[in-house]
């Protein structure tokens, strides 16, 4: 049997049988894991076991007892109170019991604490009695760490979401219209990769919001959702109806459509190995973000966007936490699209990790290669940078994506398409402009650039109180210095590293040969 493969319930329960001192529980959601504790040692074999709790503001007591029936607050002196919890001379082994302990981890920062959680754990060994911390980020003393086990609780499954559902409408008021048929399911999807507490907050809200609870609340659920991903300030989330359109990247629209039915129930059976991810490598400005989301508007998955950056943390173990917490997020969300923009500035540094950070950044990216190795949800990865020497070689080598991508400076077509999206996204037709002259005019200049352009078109026109023309883009773009002249050595080494290690996004992609202006002035 893999305890990995156990549910976090089903490992407490195996790891109590078998006499673990202590279980270190990693969850934001404190009530729920302790609810689902009790339940569980409330039943079968462990239904002879008392349970405790403490917190530094109630102390040590009775799970069940009243209120006013505290023990100590001190965490040592609640360490040493379970420690001869029922200790006597015809009971050296105490009373059967488990303490959930609340928050303890901070404390470990005095070694006062960390001596008395190991002289526990020499205490209760082999006993009927097991110290269960819970913590968001139950960072386990090193002297502990062989005598305890680890677990993960994973956030609320499509299951447990549907059945609180279900218990939600029951206690709705009689006043309240409900109407889900059969959207029960899509609208207990549609909360995964939040808390329960978080689940349930936002079924409220959507019927305070609108009155009811129909099949229309799911898009109002999914928008709250959005809002409490975000919040989080690790990751964003994106509906693949409001993401745009991208030009040009034909060979990176052919891959991407034909493995759009791979996350599927059928591509399984079939025997389709599930997809890991996508590195999209190449000159920034050139669309390597907006495939991500072209991505998920094809295969109509959610894109869940993860800022690198901000998952470095001051505290202890913050980093590592924070991680967990978004692929947990993710995971529970699946199946999705994992966008990793920019992934070289938050693993940068990785081989200095040691002298610079006390290797919080190597930890990370020892979690995170973990992660893409042995992932089993439905989860692909794509990751995006524009400066391939820093990153670490472990992410380069085979298997940890499924491919890479160079993406070049637009090529003519390219350009043609890149012109005729931002001229319409401008609320201009692009029939009344001359296209031809906007791409030679374009030639090696990135998509961003352009779309930069035809805003300082806009800007001029509205200036002056009349429509913009050919000759205003013209202008625009030849008065801006293209990357192609501020990082032209910058570009040429991504070209050259790209031109043996990755494949092209465009069949075209020797744009920049047909450039005959600046970009053919690059050694290529």
């Known amino acids: 049997m893999n305890v990995n493969k156990l549910t976090a319930i089903q490992q407490a329960d195996v790891f109590i049988r078998a006499r673990y001192p202590g279980l270190f529980i990693r969850s934001q959601e404190e009530a729920r894991v302790e609810s689902a504790i009790r339940g569980l040692l409330a039943t079968g074999k462990h239904a002879h076991k008392e349970v405790l709790t403490w917190t530094i503001s109630r102390g040590v007591r009775l799970a069940d007892a009243p209120a006013e029936e505290y023990g100590p607050t001190d965490p040592i002196s609640a360490l040493q109170w379970f420690a001869g919890y029922g200790v006597t001379e015809e009971k050296p082994a105490g009373t059967p019991a488990v303490a959930i302990f609340k928050d303890l981890d901070p404390y470990f920062q005095d070694p006062r604490v960390v001596r008395a959680l190991r002289d526990l754990i020499a205490d209760i060994t082999s006993t009927q009695r097991t110290l269960i911390v819970i913590s968001p980020t139950p960072n386990v003393p090193e002297s502990c760490k062989r005598q305890v086990a680890m677990i993960d609780w994973a956030l609320p499954t499509v299951d447990e979401l549907a059945g609180m559902l279900g218990d939600f409408i029951a206690d709705l008021p009689d006043r309240v219209q409900c109407d889900l048929n059969g959207d029960k399911e899509q609208v207990a999807k549609a909360l995964c990769g939040l808390t329960w507490f978080q689940a349930q907050s936002v079924l409220a809200t959507a019927v305070i919001a609108t009155g009811k609870l129909d099949g229309a609340a799911i898009e109002f659920i999914i928008s709250e959702k959005a809002r409490l991903v975000r919040e989080s300030g690790l990751l964003e989330f994106y509906l693949p109806d409001n993401l745009p359109d991208i030009g040009g990247l034909d060979e990176l629209k052919t891959y991407i459509s034909r493995r759009r039915r791979s996350f599927t129930d059928k591509a399984r059976d079939y025997g389709v190995p599930t997809p890991k991810g996508l590195l999209l490598v190449g000159v920034p400005g050139c669309g390597k973000s907006l495939a991500c989301k072209s991505l998920s508007k094809l295969w109509r998955l959610p894109l869940v966007r993860l800022d690198v950056g901000a998952l470095m943390g001051s505290l202890v173990g913050q980093s590592e936490a924070n991680l967990r917490q978004a692929l947990q997020v993710a995971e529970s969300s699946s199946p999705c699209i994992l966008w990793l923009d920019e992934i070289e500035k938050g693993l940068a540094g990785v081989k200095s990790s040691g002298q610079t950070d006390g290797g919080t950044t190597a930890r990370v990216f020892g979690a995170l290669l973990t992660w893409l190795q042995e992932k089993t949800a439905p989860v692909y990865m794509v990751a995006t940078s524009n400066d391939i020497s820093a990153l670490p070689a472990e992410l ?129």
């Open 396 to 524: 380069l080598r085979a298997g940890r994506f499924d491919e890479t991508f160079f993406v070049d400076l637009p090529n003519t077509q390219e350009r043609r398409e890149i012109w005729t999206i931002h001229v319409a996204k401008a609320g201009r037709n692009p029939a009344n402009f001359d296209l031809e002259a906007l791409v030679q005019a374009s030639d090696g200049y990135t998509g961003a650039e352009i779309e930069a352009a035809v805003g300082d078109a806009l800007i001029a026109g509205f200036d002056q109180d009349r429509e913009i023309t050919t000759g205003d883009l013209v202008t625009a773009i030849a008065g801006r210095v293209p990357l192609t002249e501020t990082m032209d050595t910058q570009i040429n080494a991504l070209r050259k590293w790209a031109a043996r290690r990755a494949k092209p996004a465009s069949s075209a992609q020797a744009g920049q040969a047909e450039s005959k202006s600046r970009a053919a002035t690059l050694d290529l």
